[in-house]
């Protein structure tokens, strides 16, 4: 099973509205990351949020962690359509060492 | 700088050859992980470097999966007698320090088994 689920699979909004997307985990972490990945390509980095840290922001990204419920959000803002993309939560597991796993993403279409 | 490059960036083959991938990390970033990635899909790990230590293998879904680092620095990933369920997206990140930080990823080769 995923060690991130992100929530929902797929989401479609008009431009100018927010988007949310969810993560859940199931082992501790060290920190919490989010990718952003276009058209099955690479991924790119977004923002990364420590196990220590609630809320974070990057220009139109806020993120949240809940450790104790051992889940995160995404949240952007005032979304454009060059936003579609999927997102794609990563985090530390110790699963025979420690190493990062990704979950299964977001699809997110946004519609100008 | 340049970033991490992957070769080919597509490659078309008949089941039943042989296929190396290859991953040139980020120059100095330590750490080196291979994905797969389905169409549709989320990243499936495979392959996990760590400067000199022993590769965390656990992700391989096959003994004819394999891969290695050389010089810690380029990597390569071989697929011995492809099947059709190993037509994916093959990607490939570095990372500078521990498996904790940002992970920065390459275009990606897309491998299609006919």
């Known amino acids: 099973s995923q060690q991130g689920e992100e929530d929902p699979q797929a989401l479609s909004i008009q431009e100018g509205e927010n988007a949310t997307m969810n993560c859940s985990y199931k082992t501790s972490i060290n920190n919490l990351q989010w990718y952003r990945q276009n058209s099955g390509r690479g991924l790119v980095h977004l923002i990364l949020?420590?196990?220590?840290?609630r809320e974070k922001h990057s220009g139109r990204l806020r993120v949240t962690l809940d450790t104790s419920k051992k889940s995160s959000s995404l949240l952007i803002t005032a979304s454009r359509a060059a936003d579609t993309a999927s997102y794609f939560c990563a985090t530390d597991a110790f699963t025979g060492g420690f190493k990062t796993i990704f979950g299964a993403g977001t699809r997110l279409f946004v519609k100008a | 700088g340049a970033g991490v490059s992957q070769s080919p960036s597509n490659k078309v083959t008949e089941k039943g050859k042989d296929v190396e991938l290859r991953c040139d990390p980020i120059?100095?970033?330590?750490?080196l992980y291979w994905y797969r990635q389905s169409l549709g899909q989320g990243l499936e790990f495979l392959i996990y470097f760590q400067g000199n230590s022993a590769p965390d293998k656990s992700g391989l879904p096959s003994d004819r999966f394999s891969a290695e680092r050389t010089g810690g620095s380029v990597s390569t990933l071989t697929i011995q007698r492809t099947q059709q369920e190993d037509s994916a997206v093959y990607l490939c990140a570095s990372i500078w320090g521990s498996s904790y930080n940002e992970q920065f990823f390459g275009p990606g080769t897309r491998l299609t088994v006919l």
């Open positions: 949020i420590r196990s220590n840290e």
């Open positions: 120059s100095g970033h330590t750490a």
